[in-house]
């Protein structure tokens, strides 16, 4: 998909290995950029098949290595080929940005070969919520490492994503908040109303809110929570960094 070519564009220089054979890079490589007084450490990984392939020998290592790699960053950065689509592959390894709570940013490389670049750019935002819902609150940039086309504005969603993913709230306004929300959108359980007592942030990256009602959360039904998550996510406007909403019997 590019990713070594597109470390080289950063880096102005022909570090790393490129070739058009999947599967070149094997090894994880921390590479150092620096760009408008802002510093990053980009780790370049193996690309990741399905899941489900028998991943043994040298492919099982890459992808522990992947791992790994993942578990060190604060931000994925999930390099798609706009001119192969979203294969099963991507999808793999947004599920393990999803499972590891990473900040991401989706970015759909070698945007030059596209002629139609309207109808593709919809395609990719349409696939992102159906088939890639996990990451439906990630920023999506058409970027193009061979011509150097929205490399400023990808690394600017990053560092955005990265200020997100440790962004703190003050209690005060969180508990305004979420006792508005339970106000407005009230939530029953066999016929006991669900009633807000308090909230506040218990840590970043990514950010997690506990908010203790008078219910546990198992009788809390997902839709109620993922309404929540929606409703926070526009008024503070939050993207490209997981939420997490824990809500806790008092």
Wanted: aromatic share 10%; hydrophobic share 40%; charged share 30%.
């Amino acid at each position: 998909v590019g990713k070594s070519s597109l470390l080289n564009r950063l880096l102005g220089e022909e570090r790393m290995i490129v070739s058009n054979t999947p599967g070149t890079t094997r090894d994880t490589i921390d590479t150092r950029v620096e760009w408008r007084d802002k510093k990053f450490l980009f780790m370049d990984t193996a690309g990741l098949r399905a899941k489900k392939s028998k991943a043994v020998g040298l492919e099982g290592l890459t992808r522990i290595m992947s791992e790994r790699a993942v578990d060190r960053c604060d931000v994925a950065l999930l390099l798609l080929d706009a001119a192969e689509g979203l294969l099963e592959g991507d999808t793999s390894v947004g599920l393990l940005i999803q499972e590891k709570n990473r900040a991401c940013v989706v970015g759909v490389n070698k945007w030059d070969v596209v002629q139609d670049k309207s109808r593709v750019a919809q395609w990719f935002r349409d696939r992102q919520p159906t088939d890639m819902p996990f990451l439906s609150y990630s920023s999506v940039v058409f970027l193009s490492a061979k011509t150097g086309y929205n490399v400023s504005d990808l690394l600017e969603s990053v560092w955005s994503a990265y200020r997100q993913f440790h962004r703190r709230f003050e209690k005060e306004d969180l508990e305004a908040f979420f006792w508005a929300e339970v106000q407005n959108r009230p939530f029953t359980h066999r016929g006991r109303k669900l009633r807000f007592l308090s909230a506040e942030q218990a840590g970043t990256a990514p950010p997690t809110i506990v908010v203790r009602t008078n219910m546990p959360s198992e009788d809390i039904h997902f839709s109620y929570i993922r309404h929540m998550e929606s409703a926070f996510r526009q008024r503070y406007q939050v993207a490209s960094t997981p939420i997490l909403l824990r809500f806790r019997k008092k």
